[in-house]
């Protein structure tokens, strides 16, 4: 609702200053003189003087040094509050002005010790006014009026100006000192609820150790031995976690009561007692009697843990030295580890028997007996917890007590700060009321205030008008920008239609090179090509790229990869025959040597990497066939060309046609695909 009545308020506002930016501006036209200016000033002189005077006198009651310079400064003012305020507490006021102005308690040294000083200073200097006015008040029973003997105002303003420094050096001094409590209070605090932490994790591991050991029922003595070492260690570190809590926890109390005793003492001085650090140092007091007050008691559930299972241990070790005096009354030989003979162990016998039907009955007994402990036990245990819960209560409501009187102080001190402003600018208005002069400073005030008014008005409209032509301005930069952005957006879509066109014509060349035409036939790469140059627009660098391709492949066409790899094996196998022949025009002989020796001769490649360097000297035609073919498995033409490229003789001219029809394909194929990529890529700028 406030936004809806403020955007209100601004659309009023901007159509009166468009109406203002239009429209010329109204002549001023003079205002008529006031009928009755002397009624006037006499109606103003008549209520204000009045409310003025009960102003003064009203503030001059609240605060003495306004008393004092009040006396000082207007004559025969002491007749008058002689007349309202008794004397005693005038003269008091009087010493007590002057004995503060001539005692400055200024803190050297930011510490406890320093502040604690100039407190019990200030609580003695109490005491001395105390003292003052009390015997004021017996002077002014048989004495006359007495009158304040006037100073220098410089010397008062000087005096006045030493207090105001003094106050922020104690007022600093405490902030340093308050600062340094609450920064050590935070690390030995932290320090403290880590402790008591591990105390009460040490408390409870040694309790579950000690029940294990107690519940187990193991007759290994090793075992048995391990675990009661176990449970005096866990003991020995329960000890030292417990001593080194509490080490922690009575530093951190120590300092936490220093902190308490100097927010006190803090709040009890008069000088510093609405100082802003006091409030935060009470909030951060009580943040660490909560947390001191949480870790303790999880200590203290800890160890009423344990002193439960250590009143059950007492228990058990009291039944077990029982039975064992029992069997020592019987049989003495058991102690001094005898052999027992046949009588001794049917007596023993015997009488386990007898004790087993005892602890029988006595356990009928004990069940009712039991089951009523543990009705008082749970009884005993609600009121344990009740007590802790009290106790927990009664420490967050304290908390809750302190920071609310921490809140409400600093509410006050505010309400405070506030009214004696709002007071004292009332009574500056009142006092500038009350002047001789009080209609020529109406006059000059009126009209600085047209002046003023018509300055501001003028400035405002001009400010608006300015700032209405620089949103015009913008408004026109901005359709500027947009049709900027809708002609390069326009722009951008046409290059991307064209990149579109381009990829698409690219895919189709690539089609016809890796799949041919009709009935996998060579199809003619020429149309494809022109296709290409008019979807780029002539671009130059493609022009460049498609005068790469050869006449042969626009105007036949191009073997497709299948197709060579077909032929591929025909033309290895012919090779594989005359792999013999490294010259020319041989005899018959040396086609049939070279016919038999590729019949005994096998195919024996180690598959290798295609970056491998190798030494061509070393292979012979064989070789060169056999890792081409390995190569044209894998699908790797364009390295099978390269060995087939190594051969000489009859073989290479048997193969010649094979290669120059795969060269052209592999030329043709990677001038495809750098079309292709600079497809993409145009198509991706854009």
Not at 16 to 33: C, D, Q
Not at 47 to 74: C, E, K, N
């Amino acid at each position: 609702m406030w936004r809806t009545q403020t955007s209100r308020k601004g659309q009023h506002i901007l159509n009166a200053v468009r109406k203002y930016a239009t429209e010329p501006a109204p002549l001023l036209m003079p205002k008529p003189a006031p009928k009755s200016n002397a009624i006037r000033v006499m109606k103003y002189f008549g209520l204000g003087l009045p409310v003025v005077i009960s102003g003064v006198m009203g503030y001059a009651w609240y605060d003495h040094h306004f008393r004092t310079q009040y006396l000082y400064s207007i004559p025969y003012a002491q007749d008058l509050l002689a007349n309202v305020f008794p004397e005693s507490d005038e003269a008091a006021s009087a010493i007590r002005t002057q004995e503060t102005e001539e005692t400055p308690t200024p803190l050297e040294k930011a510490s406890i010790l320093n502040v604690q000083e100039e407190l019990a200073k200030d609580a003695t200097f109490q005491k001395r006014a105390n003292e003052i006015d009390v015997s004021s008040s017996e002077k002014s029973d048989t004495s006359d009026q007495a009158i304040p003997r006037k100073k220098d105002p410089n010397v008062v303003e000087a005096q006045q100006q030493r207090r105001v420094e003094n106050e922020k050096a104690d007022n600093a001094a405490l902030e340093n000192v308050i600062n340094k409590l609450v920064a050590n209070g935070e690390n030995l605090v932290a320090e403290t609820v880590k402790a008591q932490a591990e105390a009460a994790t040490s408390i409870r591991e040694h309790t579950q150790i000690l029940k294990h050991a107690m519940d187990d029922n193991t007759s290994d003595n090793f075992v048995k031995d391990a675990m009661w070492e176990a449970v005096a260690n866990a003991n020995k570190e329960k000890e030292q976690a417990i001593l080194k809590a509490s080490e922690r926890a009575s530093e951190s109390k120590k300092c936490v009561e220093k902190l308490q005793d100097l927010v006190q003492e803090g709040k009890a001085n008069r000088v510093t007692q609405n100082n802003p650090v006091i409030l935060e140092a009470s909030k951060q007091l009580n943040e660490f009697l909560r947390d001191l007050g949480i870790v303790n008691l999880q200590v203290r559930q800890a160890e009423t843990e344990a002193n439960v299972i250590q009143k059950y241990k007492d228990l058990v070790d009291k039944g077990r030295k029982l039975f064992q005096k029992e069997l020592e009354s019987l049989v003495p030989a058991v102690k001094s580890d005898v052999k027992l003979s046949e009588d001794e162990l049917n007596t023993l016998i015997a009488h386990a028997y007898r004790r087993i039907e005892q602890l029988q009955e006595q356990i009928v007994q004990l069940q009712t007996v039991e089951e009523q402990k543990l009705i008082a036990a749970h009884e005993e245990q609600r009121k344990e917890d009740l007590k802790i819960t009290n106790s927990s209560v009664n420490e967050e409501r304290q908390h809750l007590r302190e920071e609310l009187a921490a809140e409400k102080s600093k509410l006050e001190k505010d309400y405070s700060g506030k009214l004696e402003i709002e007071v004292r600018k009332h009574l500056t208005r009142q006092a500038a009321a009350h002047n001789d002069h009080l209609k020529d400073v109406l006059a000059v005030q009126e009209k600085n205030l047209r002046t003023d008014f018509h300055r501001a008005l003028q400035f405002r409209i001009l400010e608006e008008k300015e700032k209405f032509q620089a949103e015009v301005i913008g408004w026109i930069s901005r359709l500027k920008g947009i049709d900027a952005a809708v002609d390069a957006r326009a722009e951008s879509e046409k290059l991307t239609k064209s990149a579109q066109n381009l990829w698409l014509a690219c895919i189709s060349l690539n089609s016809a090179i890796n799949f041919g035409g009709v009935n996998e036939n060579k199809e003619p790469l020429r149309k494809s090509v022109e296709t290409i140059v008019q979807a780029s627009g002539k671009n130059p660098f493609v022009e460049k790229l498609t005068d790469s391709f050869s006449d042969t492949a626009l105007d036949e066409g191009v073997a497709t990869e299948e197709q060579l790899k077909d032929r591929f094996y025909r033309v290895s196998h012919i090779c594989h025959r005359l792999g013999l022949i490294n010259t020319l025009n041989a005899s018959l002989y040396k086609y049939s040597i070279s016919y038999l020796h590729s019949l005994v001769v096998f195919d024996n490649v180690v598959a290798t990497t295609d970056t491998e360097e190798m030494d061509l000297n070393t292979l012979d035609t064989f070789d060169l066939l056999a890792r081409a073919k390995y190569w044209m498995e894998k699908g790797n033409l364009d390295l099978a060309v390269r060995f087939m490229i190594q051969l000489n003789g009859e073989a290479r001219r048997a193969a010649s046609d094979w290669i120059n029809e795969a060269k052209l394909f592999l030329e043709t194929k990677q001038t495809a695909n750098t079309l292709t990529a600079y497809a993409s890529a145009s198509g991706l700028a854009n």
